[in-house]
Nanobody, 121 residues
């Protein structure tokens, strides 16, 4: 059974850090583009970052310099290190697997269930 499971979300104060994990089962992440997306109620799902099989990366402008995406193929897991968090980073964060370097959600094949990140004092 193909499955992606996110973890690591929570409540953090502005300026704090969190590390999200995206663990895969039923398939090997190595061959896929893994994207992180986020969504707040009433808004469209937004692409945050992606990492490809050749370890090239992309970040949306609002998180450049603060977020870092990485992958550990041995653990079949992708991480999103989030530093200097701001209240506007509050959202449900999803990871997804696809075969194209794109931040278009509709082009991803597999999705996790999401993890809530809340940045508030």
């Amino acid at each position: 059974q193909v499955q992606l499971v996110e973890s690591g979300g929570g409540l953090v104060q502005p300026g704090g850090s969190l590390r999200l994990s995206c663990a895969a089962s039923g398939f090997t992440l190595d061959y896929y583009v893994i994207g992180w997306f986020r969504q707040v109620p009433g808004k469209e799902r937004e692409g945050v970052s992606l990492i490809s099989s050749d370890v090239s990366t992309y970040y949306t402008d609002s998180v450049k310099g603060r977020f870092t995406i990485s992958r550990d193929n041995a653990k079949n897991t992708v991480y999103l290190q989030m530093n200097s968090l701001k209240p506007e980073d509050t959202a449900v964060y999803y990871c997804a697997a696809g075969d194209q370097k794109t931040m278009l959600p509709r082009l991803y094949d597999y999705w996790g269930q999401g993890t809530q990140v809340t940045v508030s004092s």
